[in-house]
């Protein structure tokens, strides 16, 4: 009992911290339901992290869905609750495990009943400052993200949001807990709120690169500041990664947009795929479409099934690389294993003969020193709560980039960028 009280009071504390909430609002925590005891890494994270935006985690919390420490225990115990996928196996962190940085460790998620889909599941980490969510922005907000999985026969496997409330509804736990923190018994929307303020609490900073950028220059060693420079510079990674090309970002290190970087496209089919997908967006049947992304071939379309613009063909959300040593295997399809990978992808200037591809990647000439010292620099950007984990992955990772470097082209990397083919009719 006092660990769960000491979870509680970390709740408030945080929720304090992000908005400022006063004590009368926090009357019935109480009165809340007893919460499972999770993993350490699961508990709501405080903002007193060094590199954490205050006045943007403050913003992005939406007006009608405030946190409170009762809705956000509420939403972790939902977020846990193998009863929202349609045969009890499967829950939201299934895919988003707290011990392996908020993602699942797989090229593409299983769902119910061992079922894969195509896209790589990312992390929820910091994932409260994203403009959009999924790989293809289908959704903005957390609410709306939550709710799909749910309702996707690849992932969670429920008909539709009621069928999992009513699973939910038939817990007096959870008929308490609802009538606690919204006055009303279990519903959908509340649902996919509780959830979505409990994800909000997942911020991740304090890293050696933060201490770094605050002014403490042994906080990463010299091999990592060279990658630091670089990435801004010769590896053009600023060209996704920072606010504007000249304008470096040290707190989300996105772009908020969607490139096409040259992963897999299946030219062949690419053309009849964007007409059968605009018929689809044309019902605006947000599920169907989710399906769609999950499911079928039209996952490679990304933002495409989105917007219908054909220069968005087989374009995706840049990621937040924080904690990225720890949330491989990478891109939206999870087809590369290490940093190594990654990097030889980019330095050879990968998917030239796709008509689509962001006319930004091209040959980068980096040499074998650069590019270890760019994954250092990525390496930095590990928080405090998965040091070890990131050491034990970063020397996983580099024997595995000295035993095979499978995207690795050394000519095509030095050598000069060809034209880009004419996008088929």
């Not at 809340?32 to 699961?42: G, H, N, R, S």
């Not at 599941?121 to 957390?142: C, H, I, M």
């Not at 990978?341 to 930004?360: C, E, F, I, S």
Request: charged share 20%; hydrophobic share 40%; net charge neutral.
């Amino acid at each position: 009992m006092k660990r769960v009280l000491i979870r509680v009071v970390m709740v408030a504390a945080t929720v304090a911290l992000i908005c400022g909430c006063d004590r009368s609002a926090k009357k019935a925590s109480s009165q809340l339901p007893l919460i499972p005891e999770t993993d350490p890494l699961a508990q709501p994270k405080s903002l007193q992290q060094v590199g954490a935006p205050v006045a943007m985690t403050r913003a992005v919390i939406p007006a009608d869905n405030p946190q409170t420490p009762e809705k956000i225990s509420l939403g972790q115990k939902l977020f846990f609750d193998r009863r929202l996928s349609v045969n009890g196996t499967v829950s939201c962190s299934t895919c988003h495990d707290p011990a392996l940085a908020f993602t699942d460790r797989k090229p593409t998620s299983v769902g119910v009943e061992g079922r894969v889909g195509q896209r790589n599941a990312p992390t929820v980490l910091n994932a409260l400052y994203n403009k959009t969510q999924f790989w293809d922005g289908r959704v903005n907000t957390l609410e709306e993200q939550a709710a799909l999985p749910i309702v996707n026969s690849v992932e969670m496997g429920h008909p539709n949001l009621d069928a999992a409330v009513a699973q939910i509804a038939a817990v007096e736990e959870y008929q308490q807990a609802f009538r606690v923190v919204f006055g009303r018994p279990p519903n959908g929307a509340d649902l996919v709120r509780a959830i979505a303020s409990y994800e909000r609490t997942q911020l991740s900073f304090d890293s050696p690169f933060d201490h770094f950028i605050a002014g403490d220059k042994n906080a990463i060693d010299d091999s990592a500041q060279r990658g630091w420079e670089l990435f801004n510079n010769q590896a053009r990674c600023n060209k996704c990664h920072a606010l504007t090309d000249t304008t470096r970002d040290v707190t989300n290190l996105i772009d908020n947009d969607f490139h096409n970087i040259g992963v897999l496209i299946v030219q062949h089919k690419v053309v009849p795929l964007a007409r059968q997908a605009e018929e689809l967006i044309k019902t605006g049947d947000t599920p169907a479409i989710d399906q769609a992304a999950i499911q079928t071939d039209m996952s490679a379309l990304g933002r495409f099934l989105v917007t219908k613009k054909e220069p968005d063909i087989a374009s995706f959300k840049t990621p937040n690389i924080r904690n990225v040593l720890v949330t491989g295997p990478y891109f939206h399809d999870g087809s590369q294993e290490t940093l190594w990978d990654v990097m030889d992808h980019y330095n050879k200037g990968a998917g030239l003969q796709d008509p689509y591809l962001d006319q930004d990647i091209q040959p980068l000439a980096l040499t074998e020193s650069d590019i270890d010292d760019l994954v250092a620099f990525m390496a930095s950007l590990t928080s405090p709560n998965y040091k070890e984990q990131g050491a034990t992955e970063l020397a996983r990772q580099r024997a595995i980039s000295k035993a095979t470097r499978p995207q690795r082209d050394t000519a095509r990397a030095f050598g000069p960028k060809p034209p880009r083919p004419t996008p088929p009719k």
